[in-house]
Nanobody, 128 residues
Framework: EVQLVESGGGLVQPGGSLRLSCTVS????????MGWFRQAPGKERERVSC????????YYAASVKGRFTVSRDKAKNTMYLQMSNLTPEDTAVYYC?????????????????????WGQGTQVTVSS
């Protein structure tokens, strides 16, 4: 059974930092694209960041570029999202996703395609 499990969410003050983790099981953690998404109440799901199998030339949404950093540790079957300088606008449920079927194209300016596997999400709340 394929499982993606997010962790690391929580309550943080504006200007603070959090690191989210996404651990994958049931799939060989090899060179397929992965991504982070978020959804705030009343808003559509937003594509936050995507990382190709190489780990290089990741994509970032304009709203997070320069503040968030995505990475992956193949030895640990885990993808991370380091979030810094958080604002209340970053409050959302954050989801990770995996594309072992290689349907997603990731370059630094684009993340296009559908991810086949999703985690259950972790809540991030930025508030004073």
């Amino acid at each position: 059974e394929v499982q993606l499990v997010e962790s690391g969410g929580g309550l943080v003050q504006p200007g603070g930092s959090l690191r989210l983790s996404c651990t994958v099981s049931g799939l060989n953690f090899i060179n397929y694209p992965m991504g982070w998404f978020r959804q705030a109440p009343g808003k559509e799901r937003e594509r936050v960041s995507c990382i190709p199998g190489s780990g290089e030339d990741a994509y970032y949404a304009a709203s997070v570029k320069g503040r968030f950093t995505v990475s992956r540790d193949k030895a640990k079957n885990t993808m991370y999202l380091q979030m810094s300088n958080l604002t209340p606008e970053d409050t959302a449920v954050y989801y990770c996703a995996a594309d072992p079927d290689y349907q997603v194209l990731v370059v630094d300016t684009m993340c296009s395609g559908n991810f086949g596997y999703w985690g259950q999400g972790t809540q991030v709340t930025v508030s004073s």
